[in-house]
């Protein structure tokens, strides 16, 4: 038998990760295969999925606590079949919530558990390294600050760097995506992303409309450009933007395409999240911001220990872009710190000069280097195969 690895993905950035991981294992050892959860990407480049990666994403923590039952199911029905029948390895790609206690148990029972993406512990419950130490026979690391801190707890660490780095070019061509848009080149574009999920642009379509009409207003030639990940989202913004008047803006509504919105832009104004890394690897200045109920607020807050939330302030380690969240997200400041970018050409140089190190220490090769941590764990699976076939 061959090299067997299990795998669980949660959600389309994980998805996409473990594909390219897949093909990266897959040149160093050839013939393995891989089987677990994923998805269509995971799928493409020949993994088994059981059962769909969409099946683990929840949406806050309502969300979580409605569909408990289900995933705590699947969860445990996933650990009976890899204890009766043990891969060579198993690795989990984000999903920590869900996949560190599957994690725990398989590497309690001898099977290797490499845990891909650290979980945000320099951000919140950093009380989470004694259980992750018990969990985790590796940690692969995206950012370059995470490693010290497993390695202070026992952790076997690697840094892979960010795949986004990887794939993002270091000189975003502006002009070029301007062109392919029909977008003049002389007049300010404004990228406005109010997130991938249904109840971020809920929360934030109101507000990200306001924002645009008072940029309008200030600076008259100005486009708007607003990427959306799905349907729902889309119905959701344009509900939106005919509730405050806002068919005159000169807004044009993408599907998807974040990337392409962002590299047009003179200025991006988002959501917290990764976009907010993808808009600092293509250079871009931009003003974070988030609304979310009160109660759940209160609780982000209680839990942070960080005075940042935005990628870009993290791995700066000072604010530098603005950050305006909850109450501080008034569209008059948010507008004014959009315009305060434009205006201030010496500062956005300064900025890109700081995105433009950020890229290069991010970008690893990360799926090489993730594999290269591995390999290891899979080193005496393939001796005992190779002296098998030599006996």
Known sequence: MGIRIAMVAGEASGDLLASHLIRALRNRVPGATFFGIGGPRMESVGFQAHWPCERLAVHGYVDA????????????????????????????????????????????????????????????????????????????????????????AGVPVSYVGHPFADELPLEPDR???????????????????????????????DLFIDVAKRLHDRFPSARFLVPLATRETREIF????????????????????????????????VASGTATLEAALLKRPMVITYRVGPWQYKLMRRLAYLPWVGL????????????????????????????????????????????????????????????????????????????????
């Open 65 to 152: 606590l409605k569909r408990y039952r289900e995933l705590s199911g699947i969860r445990r029905q996933l650990q009976r079949d890899l204890l009766r029948d043990p891969p060579d390895a198993f690795i989990g790609v984000d999903a920590p919530d869900f996949n560190l206690w599957l994690e725990r148990r398989l590497k309690a029972a001898g099977i290797p558990a490499i845990h891909f993406v650290s979980p945000s512990i320099w951000a919140w419950r950093g009380g989470r390294l004694k259980g992750i130490a018990r969990s985790v026979s590796h940690m692969l690391c995206l950012f370059p600050f995470e490693p010290a801190l497993y390695e202070g």
């Open 175 to 205: 002009d070029g995506m301007r062109e392919r848009y029909g977008l003049p080149l002389d007049v300010p574009v404004f990228a406005l992303l109010p997130g991938s999920r249904q109840s971020e642009v809920r929360n934030l379509a």
């Open 312 to 391: 870009p302030n993290i791995l700066c380690r000072e604010t530098v872009v603005p950050e305006l969240l909850q109450d501080a997200a008034d569209p008059a400041a948010i507008a004014e710190a959009m315009a305060a970018w434009l205006d201030d050409a010496p500062r956005r140089k300064a900025l890109e000069a700081r995105f433009r190190d950020m890229h290069l220490t991010l970008r690893q090769n990360t799926a090489q280097r993730a594999a290269d941590a591995i390999l290891p764990y899979l080193k005496k699976s393939l001796s005992w195969n190779e002296n098998r076939e030599s006996a």
């Open 238 to 269: 344009e509900e939106a933007l005919y509730r405050h008047h806002g068919g005159e803006l000169p807004l044009r509504i993408l599907f998807g395409h974040a990337v392409d919105a962002m590299t047009a832009a003179d200025v991006v104004l």
